[in-house]
């Protein structure tokens, strides 16, 4: 299995400033075929499902603000909000979808 | 616009069954390869289950093979979630979830139903 690992655990960022998450994977999710790392982001608030946020490392969601970035390749990803709001308050996951069973990070809680 | 409404969801004794379901609409649901995800309370996520859009092929975590089995009816919109053998470590929220036809991307998730495994 594809073991992701989120850090930190918790981020206490002003308004503002730029917050940054961490996702490695224990095995390459970067596809030779298409050249496409199967990478999401997920945003998850208090009592609600998930919210897809950036799809194939790097793609923002329609709807996303463009404060929320996605870079990396291959086994190291990272989240960047570049001007933290409250509404960004939420607890971020990273998920593989290269190889079953699918997997997610352990979640940082990001806090302001 | 996409819905997903989970249903079934409930308390449940140890080693007892239960049956989810997930109603689809507001997309291509016999197109779309679809996923149950759950988390346990206070936790993180956790993949569970994947079946094909024609019904044909299933995935399952490893905690939950042998025991649960997924399924689908896409005359009628809708994905179950068979439950066997139920442990405490199987409670949680289960969410219905889609991926994109095009790219296998999960990204439409429902509102979720809780099972809670306790005698």
């Known amino acids: 299995d594809i073991v992701m690992t989120q850090s930190p655990d918790s981020l206490a960022v002003s308004l503002g400033e730029r917050a940054t998450i961490s996702c490695k994977s224990s095995q390459s999710v970067l596809s030779r075929s298409n050249n496409k790392n199967y990478l999401a982001w997920y945003q998850q608030k208090p009592g609600q499902p998930p919210k897809l946020v950036i799809s194939w490392a790097s793609t923002r969601e329609s709807g996303v603000p463009d404060r929320f970035s996605g870079s990396g390749s291959g086994t190291d990803f990272t989240l960047t909000i570049s001007s933290l709001q409250a509404e960004d308050v939420a607890v971020y996951y990273c998920h593989q979808y290269s190889n079953l069973p699918y997997t997610f990070g352990r979640g940082t809680r990001l806090e302001i | 616009q996409v819905q997903l409404v989970e249903s079934g969801g409930g308390v449940v004794q140890p080693g007892r069954s239960l049956r989810l379901s997930c109603a689809a609409s507001g997309f291509a649901f016999s197109s779309s390869v679809m996923h149950w995800v759950r988390q346990a309370p206070g936790k993180g996520l956790e993949w569970v289950a994947l079946?094909?859009?024609?019904?044909?092929?299933?995935y399952y975590a490893d905690s939950v093979k042998g025991r649960f089995t997924i399924s689908r009816d896409n005359s009628k919109n809708t994905m179950f979630l068979q439950m066997n053998s139920l442990r405490g470590e199987d409670t949680a929220i289960y969410y219905c979830v889609s991926s994109r036809p095009e790219d296998g991307t999960i990204d439409q998730w429902g509102q979720g139903t809780p099972v809670t495994v306790s005698s």
């Open positions: 079946i094909s859009y024609d019904g044909n092929t299933q």
